[in-house]
């Protein structure tokens, strides 16, 4: 039998035609298979999880083999089996079946037909301010898939034993509460011993990661607003409905033909360069309602375009930019720089043009940027990047759940006579001791030598910097006041915070500058710093000239890269694409997916593995190299684009 697992229901929520193309991993392309990002938060639910069994000690774990043909039918025997032993038991991933329907629970609390439903997320709450609803009570849309899942588990249980009483509960990362041990999260590693989780757990019992970090949140009044239809996660169908439909058709495995529209722009079921060998769910869709061919899908569409939200064209029967004009996008003008709107028209016309033609020029307001490099960006020219992490269970003692930590910063500096080095850096790679502090330290150390300008990509150093200012007044640090005054100079303030300022050396975020003054067709509308050099470095001949060569012959320094080692081998491969594998010959447990930095995933796999008490000298050498070389590039590139910008502009 083909069930409705809860997960599969989510799914459905998504979009119910998502239910016909998942489980088919080699024939339909899916994005999220690839996204090491996800996995990473992944990993982080599945140790919150390890750590909830903890809470509710001597539990019957029902095993399983997800990939045995008796898959479910074993893991409902097991959970009848140990059902049977006790009226007062425990049961870690209980499994119920409901006509087409199959369910595991996380955690089931059973004392007589009393029955505790917990579900395990590793999300954050605050349970004193209940983000999670609306002053009417009903669940905001960000949580209603997660209140819909519980919703699902629990119908499954009052069906399988109408006898029960069923409460539901969340168990999450409480956002109020502390570690009160240092290594709390590497109390639960990733592992390869083939369990579901994929945790080996290191401790026996819960008071051993002293008090808990973990809040339980009951929610059956919640969920009785979407059983009697109040709360919808799909306006023409009730909770019932949808279970009732979603199965019939996961079951028959068909397809709900659901009506396409703009929930399609995050569709998961496509494909890319690595993927092409597999079929498109989403062009599959959009064919069959649109009667579209394989080459109206390569042309251009308004899905690609950046930060574009007029879903309602969508109803007129526009999807391709060459059916827009001007006024669909909107007229919003600026002398100064390039509107939402205008960047947007921008990137119509220059999509059509390189449909078109086969090639593009960019557009650059040299002008405007020109004025702005000249009279507001004040030399030396500071870049900075900074690897992060947030973690469900903290690193060290006295931090809550997803509490920052800084553990590294690159800083690339730019000198008005056009020399250019890797002036500093920074990384906390030993176990066990909360970096933030020191990271400020050293940061303020290497920018205060000079009033130039400071530039950041995007706007995560400011928020990041700003979250250590909020630490640094909780703390007990002698110099606390001297470094939150160096942080106010370089950061704006943000949130709900009391305190209001900008500082005088507010750090410039390239980004915007980008979009504000540049654009490629290329980028597919997007400003990531892993899309706009990639671009830049294909259309500067200027760039790939100068970068093809050995860093020796360049005469910029690196404080991570050897003499010999080239930025660009080839014009159409990112550098990001060319950084050095990590020699995973000497590093225990490779299972972390971190044979190659090059991403933020892949970065916080390799911080979470070097607080491993446990780890070599050499193993962490390996993996603190690897970073360093990556938050390096990160800073060149910001260089590279700076260089491209200036090139340009003094070319004319």
Request: charged share 30%; with cysteine.
């Amino acid at each position: 039998m083909r069930y409705l697992t809860k997960s599969r229901f989510r799914l459905g929520i998504d979009c119910p035609s998502k239910l016909y193309y998942t489980k088919k991993e080699n024939l339909y392309a899916n994005t999220k298979d690839l996204d090491t990002f996800m996995q990473a938060l992944a990993s982080g639910g599945f140790q919150v999880e390890e750590l909830a069994r903890l809470h509710y000690p001597g539990g019957t774990l029902i095993e399983d083999d997800r990939t045995s043909k008796n898959y479910y039918s074993n893991a409902l025997d097991s959970t009848i089996r140990a059902l049977s032993k006790s009226d007062d038991i425990v049961i870690y991933e209980a499994a119920f079946s409901y006509e087409k329907l199959f369910i595991r629970t996380d955690i089931l609390v059973k004392k007589g037909n009393d029955i505790k439903l917990i579900e395990v997320k590793s999300r954050s709450f605050d349970p004193k301010n209940l983000e999670l609803f609306n002053k009417n009570g009903s669940i905001k849309p960000g949580w209603i898939s997660t209140f819909y899942d519980v919703a699902f588990q629990k119908h499954v249980i009052e069906k399988c034993h109408p006898e029960w009483n069923v409460s539901a509960y969340l168990l999450m990362a409480d956002k109020t509460k502390k570690a009160t041990v240092d290594g709390l999260n590497q109390m639960f590693r990733k592992t390869d011993k083939g369990n579901r989780t994929g945790i080996d757990v290191m401790v026996k019992t819960h008071e051993e990661t002293g008090d808990s970090v973990l809040g339980l949140l009951k929610v059956d009044e919640y969920l009785n607003r979407i059983y009697n239809g109040q709360q919808r996660a799909i306006e023409s169908m009730d909770f019932y409905e949808m279970i009732d439909t979603f199965s019939e058709y996961y079951g028959k495995d068909e397809k709900i033909n659901w009506p396409i529209g703009w929930h399609c722009k995050k569709c998961e079921f496509k494909t890319n360069e690595e993927t092409q060998h597999l079929i498109s769910g989403f062009d599959e869709c959009w064919k069959k309602q649109k009667n579209f061919t394989d080459s109206d899908l390569k042309k251009p569409n308004i899905f690609e375009i950046g930060n574009f939200r007029k879903a309602k064209l969508l109803d007129s029967g526009i999807f391709f930019m060459e059916e827009l004009v001007q006024e669909d996008v909107g007229s919003d003008f600026s002398p100064y720089h390039l509107t939402n709107q205008e960047r947007q028209w921008v990137q119509v016309e220059k999509a059509l043009e390189l449909n078109k033609n086969g090639k593009a020029d960019f557009y650059l307001d040299i002008d405007n940027l020109s004025t702005v490099m000249n009279n507001e960006w004040k030399y030396p020219l500071h870049f900075i990047d900074f690897e992060t992490s947030q973690a469900a269970l903290p690193y060290t003692k006295g931090r809550k759940p997803y509490e920052q930590v800084a553990f590294q910063f690159s800083h690339h500096i730019v000198h008005e006579d056009g020399r250019i080095a890797h002036q500093s850096e920074y990384i906390h790679h030993k176990a066990g001791v909360f970096p933030n502090f020191e990271f400020v330290r050293i940061l303020k150390e290497a920018l205060s030598n000079d009033n130039g300008s400071v530039f950041k990509f995007a706007k995560h150093e400011n928020t990041i910097l700003n979250a250590i200012y909020t630490q640094l007044g909780a703390s007990n640090e002698p110099d606390k006041e001297e470094l939150r005054d160096f942080i106010r100079t370089i950061t704006k303030s943000v949130g709900k915070s009391a305190e209001k300022w900008e500082g005088d050396r507010n750090m410039i975020d390239l980004c915007e500058e980008v979009k504000k003054y540049f654009y490629h067709p290329y980028m597919k509308g997007s400003y990531s710093i892993k899309k706009v050099l990639p671009t830049v470095l294909r259309v500067s001949d200027h760039l790939y000239q100068k970068y093809s060569q050995t860093i020796g012959q360049l005469g910029i320094s690196s404080k991570n890269f050897p003499d010999n080692h080239i930025w660009i081998k080839e014009k159409d491969v990112s550098p990001y694409d060319a950084l050095p594998a990590v020699d995973l010959s000497v590093i225990k447990d490779s299972v972390s997916g971190i044979d190659r930095i090059s991403d933020g995933g892949a970065a916080l796999s390799a911080y979470a593995k070097l607080q491993y008490t446990n780890m070599s000298d050499q193993e962490r050498e390996v993996i603190k190299n690897a970073l360093l070389k990556y938050c390096e590039l990160d800073t060149l590139a910001m260089v590279m684009i700076w260089e491209f910008f200036k090139f340009v502009c003094d070319n004319k």
